[in-house]
């Protein structure tokens, strides 16, 4: 069964950049979207971006377009999300998740377990 | 932007049962997700399109949607069904994934 394994959270100032790697083991994520979503401390889920199976297409949350990138390479089973200008509201933990299924519509399915990013001075 | 409110508590004995709404406009019209988050851990995707429940989850989680008002119901709670509950839907509009507000459930 696919797992998914994020990395490269940690502490960064206001107005710095952070990468964040989602990586797949156990079968390939090249057949599914995969989105990032987030959790600030004691609220709720919010989600950021989602890229398509190919790379091809994204979309991303009215609160980071312009600021987050989320590319992936499908020939190392990894997505990232480039965080760019980040603000104290970025503070959260960083989920990545795999859509189930082919449509916009399906489910999130296979979730990791979070990465943290704590933005402060 | 589309909205989904879920109530934010609900207390239920054990053994009873636990009806979680989840409430947006026409949001029958639309295929709702549940994700059960118990504290420190990932999401889990408890159900999909509205009642479908992946492989591993109890037969004592189901749902319904019609309306305005989409359902998780919990048969026979357990302890360990004690967690953070979130609606999720993709807004069609907007080309958004939107969760829901969050229900916390106290057995």
């Known amino acids: 069964e696919m797992q998914v394994l994020e990395s490269g959270g940690g502490l960064v100032q206001p107005g710095g950049s952070l990468r964040l790697s989602c990586a797949a083991s156990g079968s390939t994520f090249s057949g599914y979207a995969v989105s990032w979503v987030r959790q600030a401390p004691g609220k709720g889920l919010e989600w950021v971006s989602t890229?398509?199976?190919?790379?091809?297409?994204?979309d991303d949350a009215d609160s980071v377009k312009g600021r987050f990138t989320i590319t992936r390479d499908n020939s190392k089973n990894t997505v990232y999300l480039q965080m760019d200008s980040l603000r104290a509201e970025d503070t959260a933990v960083y989920y990545c998740?795999?859509?189930?299924?082919?449509?916009?519509?399906?489910?999130?399915?296979?979730w990791g377990q979070g990465a943290v990013v704590t933005v402060s001075s | 932007s589309y909205v989904l409110t879920q109530p934010p508590s609900l207390s239920v004995a054990p053994g009873q049962t636990a009806r979680i709404t989840c409430g947006g406009d026409s949001i029958g019209r639309k295929s709702v997700h549940w994700y059960q988050q118990k504290p420190g851990q990932a999401p889990v995707l408890v159900l999909y399109?509205?009642?479908d429940r992946p492989s591993g989850i109890p037969e004592r989680f189901s749902g319904s949607n019609s309306g305005n008002t989409a359902t998780l119901t919990i048969n026979r709670v357990e302890a360990a069904d004690e967690a953070d509950f979130y609606c999720?839907?993709?807004?069609?509009?907007?080309?958004?994934?939107?969760f829901g507000t969050g229900t916390k459930v106290t057995v």
């Open positions: 998740t795999k859509r189930r299924g082919g449509f916009q519509s399906d489910a999130f399915d296979i």
């Open positions: 890229i398509s199976a190919n790379g091809g297409s994204t």
């Open positions: 999720q839907v993709w807004d069609r509009s907007s080309d958004h994934y939107v």
């Open positions: 399109d509205d009642s």
